[in-house]
């Protein structure tokens, strides 16, 4: 029985915890990181020995014949940490045999049907998953050694990710040397749906999928063009045939006897898992991630994309109007505007539905999620625009965001508030350093000093930043001219920070050194710590605590509404 939860803490951010073999579950144990195997009779068997040090396994990949599982193993912590891809034996003796080494990090396996064959990725410093990794296959002995190994894709400046085998043992998997993660397949010239739409992801989490195969070889698969996802089936000759999917919002994507199931979500549609139509007829939604029914459709604010002009370049957004059946803001008068910075800043505001969003739209706000140049889903080139110029660029672009949807009519010109978590924090607060005009910033766990991250963060991130501003420590002084309190003239909008004392990714110092940085500039600062939180804030009493301080805050600098009583904020 699983007592403690599952999950992986594998690279800082992750790993997919589990996999099925039969009757069997293979996972990993959030308290201890080992992989167990769950057996139907409820017993837990360890697959991985307890050791002194610390160590994390994750993406279980089940061996075809179900003698050995394959992971990714993390030994140490911090920026010693050691990634490898290991075999467990699925018996519980404890054996664990070392497949590979020589990489910074590896990607999950993918496992062949019929033999004892696997493909991973791997990627070293300076380059983070999405810059730059190769592939490899490893063609393993009866008794789970290394017999042979191959290098399958590797090329200066091209991405690959999500490698899978077809039913018929055909290497696939996804890289951007067209410019856009497209569909490949090992040996071939040409890509199966060559489009300028993005089949992969980044690899912040080890082991996502977003495409499979049937069991006659056809590959189902999800793609996304400006936020918005789709999925087709590929294959047998014929170009991509869309499925009918009420939603435009894919998660993850998985395949097995002859049937497809996504995470889906849409504007109106809470994420949940949904069968796909791939025989035909629609899809059928399986399970729902609310416990309680959506409120009704005339409470829901669905997002609207839209597109300007930034330094030259299209830049794309989503925005929320303000929506309530009860009230109604004065005709005439555009409603205040929260814009939201996405963090990463490599990953992509879609437009799920999600209620958060929804909280302020019902309270007369209108909401605006930038995907400014560096957010995935727009191709390589768009993702490359922020190369050098992290904290400058993005600024940039969630500035002219603002100033299009004022010229619009859609935002108040004397009521904005700019909002951004952990990399969207420096966003955000640059944006109100350079943009006079915003009136609040909302910073949750954000980057302050960019300074204080290579030598504080996990190894994946440790070398981040290299592309981002430049080569740590050599472009020291570019690190620290990206700090929001290095911005001349005066600082206008009033700010409140929110900071997990427990952030293992941002310290909290970080936040007590923006607050004294910015009361040392006359401006309005308030600092929120929870002490026991991490990077996010989870813990349900901490979220209403923080929801209730920014209502109030957000009700008192814009002057939205009548001044609420702000809750009692920690004296840290």
């Known amino acids: 029985m699983v007592r403690s939860g599952v999950r992986s803490d594998v690279g800082g951010y992750g790993a997919v915890p589990y996999a099925v073999h039969g009757a069997s579950v ?11 195997r769950l057996d139907a009779d409820g017993t837990s068997v360890p697959l991985t020995a307890a050791e002194d040090r610390p160590v994390r396994y994750g993406a279980p990949r089940p061996a075809h014949d179900g003698r050995l599982v394959f992971a990714v193993r993390e030994r140490g912590a911090g920026q010693d940490a050691v990634h490898e891809p290991v075999a467990l034996s699925a018996d519980g003796s404890g054996t664990v045999r070392v497949l590979a080494t020589g990489h910074d990090f590896y990607g999950a396996a993918a496992v062949h049907p019929r033999e004892a064959r696997i493909a991973f990725t791997a990627w070293d410093h300076p380059h983070m998953p999405w810059d730059e990794s190769v592939l490899w296959e490893l063609c393993l002995d009866g008794a789970g050694a290394v017999a042979s190994r191959r290098l399958v894709a590797a090329a200066p400046g091209v991405s690959v990710t999500q490698p899978c085998y077809a039913p018929d043992g055909r290497l696939h998997f996804v890289d951007d040397r067209s410019g856009w993660w497209n569909l490949r397949v090992d040996g071939a010239d040409t890509s199966p749906a060559p489009m300028a739409a993005e089949f992969g992801r980044p690899d912040w989490c080890c082991g996502l999928t977003t495409y499979g195969f049937l069991d006659d070889g056809r590959i189902v ?22 499925l009918p999917l009420d939603r435009d919002v894919v998660e993850a994507l998985a395949t097995g006897g002859g049937e497809a199931v996504a995470v889906a979500a849409s504007g109106s549609h809470p994420a949940a898992v949904v069968r796909l ?71 992509v505001a879609c437009a799920p539905l999600d209620l958060q969003v929804q909280y302020w739209t019902s309270r007369g706000y209108a909401v605006a999620e930038i995907n400014y140049g560096g957010s995935a889903g727009h191709g390589r080139a768009y993702r490359e625009r922020i190369r050098g110029r992290w904290g400058v660029l993005d600024a940039a672009d969630c500035v002219n965001a603002a100033r299009h949807l004022v010229a619009e009519g859609l935002a108040d010109p004397r009521r904005l508030a700019v909002r951004g978590r952990s990399s969207g924090g420096l966003t955000a607060l640059n944006a109100a350093a350079a943009h006079r005009d915003f009136a609040a910033v909302v910073c949750y766990a954000g980057v302050t000093d960019p300074a204080a991250i290579p030598e504080r963060t996990h190894k994946m991130e440790s070398r981040y930043l290299d592309s981002l501003i430049g080569p740590w420590p050599v472009a020291r002084a570019q690190y620290a001219a990206r700090s929001p309190l290095r911005r001349p003239g005066p600082w206008t909008a009033a700010a409140l920070v929110f900071h997990g004392g427990r952030d293992p990714v941002v310290p909290v110092e970080q936040a007590e050194g923006l607050r004294e940085g910015l009361r040392e500039r006359g401006a309005a600062v308030e600092l929120v710590v929870y002490p026991d939180e991490g990077h996010a804030i989870a813990k349900p009493e901490n979220i209403r605590h923080l929801v209730a301080a920014e209502s ?10 009548e001044a609420e009583a702000a809750p009692r904020l920690s004296r840290h």
């Open 221 to 242: 698969a999800a793609y996304r063009t400006r936020g918005k996802d789709a999925v087709a089936v590929v294959g047998q000759g014929a170009g991509p045939r869309p």
């Open 277 to 347: 139509p791939v025989g035909g007829g629609q899809p059928e939604e399986l399970r729902s991630s609310l416990r309680r029914a959506a409120p009704g459709g005339e409470w829901i604010s669905e997002a609207r994309p839209f597109e300007f002009d930034s330094e030259g370049q299209p830049v794309f957004g989503f925005y929320y109007a303000p929506r309530n059946p009860d009230r109604r803001g004065p005709d005439g008068v555009p409603p205040p505007l929260l814009m939201t910075c996405h963090g990463g800043p490599t990953v």
């Open 552 to 561: 109030a805050f957000l009700t008192r600098v814009l002057g939205h509404a």
């Open 26 to 36: 293979f996972y990993v144990d959030a308290a201890d990181q080992r992989v167990h």
